[in-house]
T-cell receptor, first 107, second 113 residues
């Protein structure tokens, strides 16, 4: 069965303090890895899709990378508005989501 | 371009009743997926519809069903509600079957009492 594990479960950072979120997966035939951001009471918001090992995508302060076993979401100099839960999902036959990392940026 | 819309946004039902939730995808999107989100289990895949056909189904009992109409709008139905069905039900649409950049609606918060 597909497994998607995100770590840490929660992360508190000072504003401007860079860090990385991890998403490790075990699927036999990865067709894509997706990152989403979810704010409380809202649906997930699409951020990135990565298709092959070595691929990188950037958007503002976020950069996603992919290896054969895991993906990282790097956040550089975060701001309070980056506070949210970040979800990753892997696509084989269907999308399987991890349980997310709850990120809090303290002003 | 309008996003994914879901109705109703909030719903309170009694155990044993049935409920129908509605989802209108982004214009031009032909694939609609449904998810259940709970604090303990996270986002769990229910099913996916593409061109009115169910293409994938998650591990949920037969009380959960869905359909898609010719205009790509989708409904999901839960019969004989149980307390454990209380959750946020999310609908997501994508352009076509091969492109899984899914765009989510705001969800329907279902409370079963």
């Amino acid at each position: 069965e597909d497994q998607v594990t995100q770590s840490p479960e929660a992360l508190r950072l000072q504003e401007g303090e860079s860090s990385s979120l991890n998403c490790s997966y075990t699927v036999s035939g990865l067709r894509g890895l997706f990152w989403y951001r979810q704010d409380p009471g809202k649906g997930p918001e699409f951020l990135f899709t990565l298709y092959s090992a070595g691929e990188e995508k950037e958007k503002e302060r976020l950069k996603a990378t992919l290896t054969k076993k895991e993906s990282f979401l790097h956040i550089t100099a975060p701001k309070p508005e980056d506070s949210a839960t970040y979800l990753c999902a892997v696509l084989e036959e269907k999308l399987t989501f991890g349980t997310g990392t709850r990120l809090t940026i303290i002003p | 371009k309008a996003g994914v819309t879901q109705t109703p946004r909030y719903l309170i039902k009694t155990r044993g009743q049935q409920v129908t939730l509605s989802c209108s995808p982004i214009s031009g999107h032909r694939s609609v997926s449904w998810y259940q989100q709970t604090p303990g289990q996270g986002l769990q895949f229910l099913f996916e519809y593409f061109s009115e056909t169910q293409r994938n189904k998650g591990n949920f009992p037969g009380r959960f069903s869905g359909r898609q109409f010719s205009n790509s709008r989708s409904e999901m139905n839960v019969s004989t509600l149980e307390l454990g069905d209380s959750a946020l039900y999310l609908c997501a649409s994508s352009l076509d079957g091969a492109n899984y950049e899914q765009y989510f609606g705001p969800g329907t918060r279902l409370t079963v009492t």
